[in-house]
């Protein structure tokens, strides 16, 4: 199964970054809340760097597996890394996250829980070609993704303003982790964070956690009712990265009339992501003149 993830997970979509003039000496990393948050060009003049050394391979709907793929892609291909800044949301660590539309449910939950109950090997034939079936359609769309490569760097070097009409929905906080006694804490999901911490550690790359601002109105509602769900969630990454640097905040913008700052409750408007982005640059030689620590609750910060 792992060498059929690694396959699945082969993506051209960042063949730019060889092609450039510049290397990156800076890789952000996450889900929507990376791609849309992070403004390469911000940190970059922040930092007094050159444009492209800098870089976001950030996504949407992005899950812990396939930033430790697409981290892998840049690190075999670049040696010039130095820091890597990795968004973390509280949600993308639970098994519900994207279950129906990540490659690793295939062979891992809700699967696990038939193979419990059906003493047969039907179930893993079923499985098994539904493994390669995803498989044999991711290659199929990257051969014809190849053949209309554009080799140009994007003009924010892979970070992004995020569209309107893609604007979720301020979902009640609950809501994002599903049923929790069903779907939880993704011991995947946690394996292939320190994987990918261990990977940008041996790169001799230094691995930040950053906390993305959330909207006023879900953070109070998250602290108030999805306490538990933190500090499980935190528990769970202690023990699997160990002491680890953190940047940013969810509560950074989150105050009454935030609204002009976020598109919605998690994904900032172009204003909010150039001061975000101004943020983390300024913090950044703080953060990375401390020891690493232990995290507390995310919502603490």
């Known amino acids: 199964a792992r060498r059929l993830e690694k396959r699945y997970y082969e993506d051209s979509s960042y063949a730019w970054v060889n092609h450039q003039s510049a290397k990156p000496n800076i890789v952000i990393l996450g889900s929507s809340t990376a791609l849309f948050n992070l403004s390469s060009r911000e940190v970059c ?22 930033m430790y793929h697409f981290w892998n892609t840049i690190a075999q291909s670049s040696d010039s890394v130095r820091i890597v800044l990795m968004t973390v949301d509280p949600w993308i660590g639970y098994q519900s996250y994207d279950w129906v ?34 498989v044999f359609k991711k290659s199929v769309r990257q051969i014809l993704h190849s053949s209309t490569l554009n080799l140009d760097p994007p003009e924010d070097y892979g970070s992004e303003i995020m569209p309107l009409h893609v604007k979720k929905s301020s979902e009640h906080a609950r809501g994002y982790f599903g049923e929790t006694s069903v779907y939880p804490v993704s011991e995947l999901y946690m394996s292939r964070m320190a994987m990918l911490k261990r990977s940008v550690e041996k790169q001799g790359a230094k691995f930040i956690l950053v906390l993305p601002p959330k909207q006023k109105v879900w953070l109070d509602e998250f602290k108030s ?77």
């Open 45 to 66: 003049s922040k930092l007094d760097l050159k444009d492209g050394e800098v870089i976001n391979i950030g996504g949407n709907k992005r899950g812990p597996i396939e």
């Open 101 to 134: 539309q990540e490659f690793p449910t295939l062979y891992w939950s809700p699967w696990q829980r038939l193979y419990a109950v059906v003493d047969s090997g039907f179930p893993r034939f079923v499985l098994s070609g539904m493994i390669v079936t995803e």
């Open 225 to 301: 009712t999805c306490r538990e769900l933190d500090s499980d969630f935190v528990s769970h990454l202690n023990a699997v990265l160990g002491p680890t640097r953190v940047i940013g905040s969810f509560a950074q913008f989150s105050v009454k009339g935030d609204s002009a700052l976020f598109i919605d409750y998690a994904h900032l408007s172009a204003e909010g992501q150039r001061r975000f982005s101004d943020s983390i640059a300024v913090h950044l030689p703080e953060v990375l003149a401390s020891e690493p620590k232990y995290l507390n609750s995310l919502s603490s910060y």
